[in-house]
């Protein structure tokens, strides 16, 4: 049973640049929500992807976007890249409510520098 | 608004000795899950141990064991048998039943094992 894999590791942009991350689901799962994670801090939620379509937000601008592909991998899209958006971004999939908490398994994550 | 509060941002302990971090938390909902997540160096997020807001009995996962006292809202993990790998970012966490994948998460404690 293969994990969450994230694409790539490692990145650095410049302001005003977009970016696309991409994440593998671990198999089975069906739902993918992604976090940002900055220096020193949690991760923050950014939205979940269950079935192609966004189903929960948290407080990030439009400019932070995604996309789920019918194999349940996604992709994180940020336009118009800030300082501030420097971060760890993770992504983790879950197989959808049932009995019981949903049990997330993150991936490596995704470090982002913007200059 | 839910938050979760980790007063102690970083603590060591001894090898083979007993360490407590705490955790608080805000809600005024009545079911909802805690968890704590392990974030080493290598940055994937590991879920330690979680415990169903329903559940009078405290969880326990081998070494670890968390008190949870739901009237008060704190939530510590217990890590008994420390060793060198336990190393690592420890994050307590919350979510509400049901609903998205949304996790809250607390700031972090940085735990350091001494040999």
């Known amino acids: 049973e293969t994990g969450v894999t994230q694409s790539p590791t490692h990145l650095i942009k410049t302001r005003g640049q977009q970016v696309t991350l991409r994440c593998s689901s671990q198999?089975?799962?069906?739902?993918v929500s992604w976090y940002q994670q900055a220096l020193g801090q949690g991760p923050q939620f950014i939205f979940q992807?269950?079935?192609?379509?966004?189903?929960g937000r948290g407080n990030f601008p439009p400019r932070f976007s995604g996309l789920q592909f019918p194999n349940y991998s996604s992709e994180l899209n940020v336009n118009a890249l800030e300082l501030d958006d420097s971060a760890l971004y993770l992504c983790?999939?879950?197989?959808?409510?049932?009995?019981?908490?949903?049990?997330?398994?993150f991936g490596a994550g995704s470090r982002l520098t913007v200059l | 608004a839910q938050t979760v509060t980790q007063s102690q941002p970083e603590m060591s302990v001894q090898e083979a000795e007993t360490v407590t971090l705490s955790c608080t938390y805000d809600t005024s909902e009545s079911d909802y899950y805690l968890f704590w997540y392990k974030q080493p160096p290598s940055r994937q997020m590991i879920l330690v141990i979680r415990?169903?807001?329903?559940?009078?009995q405290n969880a326990t996962e081998n070494r670890f064991s968390v008190n949870f006292q739901k009237a008060a809202k704190s939530f510590s993990l217990k890590i008994s048998d420390s060793q060198l790998g336990d190393a690592a970012m420890y994050f307590c966490a919350y979510r509400i039943a049901g609903g998205d994948d949304k996790i809250i998460f607390g700031k972090g404690t940085r735990l350091h094992i001494l040999p």
């Open positions: 198999s089975g799962h069906n739902t």
């Open positions: 983790a999939s879950s197989g959808g409510w049932r009995a019981g908490a949903n049990v997330l398994t």
């Open positions: 415990q169903e807001a329903y559940k009078q």
């Open positions: 992807y269950y079935r192609e379509e966004e189903n």
